[in-house]
């Protein structure tokens, strides 16, 4: 089935450093999602990327979505300590109605 | 987020009982969702529903049910067939099957 594969699984960062998450589909993907997860909360929405190569950015958040629509990032510029959280993305391929889940890159930073 | 409350927030099972986990929500979203999350694991899908009356099986369904008689209201009842439950369960709407999720605050299930 589809799978949609996150990676790093954990990422330690001093705070001032920079952090990248990665994800990889099998297949094609009609749309990205990216979540983060706060501990002890619930996922909360960040961006939904559609476009082949498209860029977004929200603050120090970077989201890229691969040209061939199967792999997309989220690059953290100069982490603070409000940045820890799990991060998650979720994709959606053009042949089925529903989004999968990535496992998630946990992020801790050090103060 | 607002609009999505899931209840009990935490509760506990004996074996062989079925439970049940609440979901509501006042986002006039067609579709909403059930996610099993365990520790340091991703989310997996349960059940979905997009649209009242109407709901399909996701990753993990079997030894859970659901039931969309309402459109505001996405109960799922974990059964005595599920026999590791013991998890974190969230509860999810979305406009509809391809926009954003809104989740609820979740409720950590137990066996005693």
Not at chain 1, 20 to 41: A, D, E, F, M, V
Not at chain 2, 1 to 11: A, N, R, V
Not at chain 2, 50 to 78: H, M
Request: glycine content about 8%.
């Amino acid at each position: 089935g589809q799978q949609v594969m996150q990676i790093p699984q954990y990422q330690h960062v001093q705070e001032g450093e920079d952090f990248t998450t990665y994800c990889n589909s099998s297949t094609t993907l009609s749309n990205i999602q990216w979540y983060k997860q706060r501990p002890g909360g619930h996922p909360v929405f960040l961006i939904q990327l559609v476009k082949s190569g498209e860029v977004k950015k929200q603050k120090r958040l970077t989201f890229q979505f691969g040209e061939a629509k199967k792999n997309s990032s989220l690059h953290i510029t100069a982490t603070q300590t409000t940045d820890v959280g799990t991060y998650f993305c979720a994709g959606r391929g053009d042949n089925f109605n529903k989004f999968y889940f990535g496992s998630g890159t946990k992020l801790n930073v050090k103060p | 987020d607002g609009g999505i409350t899931q209840s009990p927030k935490y509760l506990f099972r004996k074996e062989g009982q079925n439970v049940t986990l609440s979901c509501e929500q006042n986002l006039n979203h067609d579709a909403m969702y059930w996610y099993r999350q365990d520790p340091g694991q991703g989310l997996r899908l349960i059940y979905y529903s997009q649209i009242v009356n109407d709901f399909q099986k996701g990753d993990i369904a079997e030894g859970y049910s659901v039931s969309r008689e309402k459109k505001e209201s996405f109960p799922l009842t974990v059964t005595s067939a599920q026999k590791n439950p013991t998890a974190f369960y969230l509860c999810a709407s979305s406009i509809d099957i391809r926009e954003k999720l809104f989740f609820g605050s979740g409720t950590q299930l137990s066996v005693l």
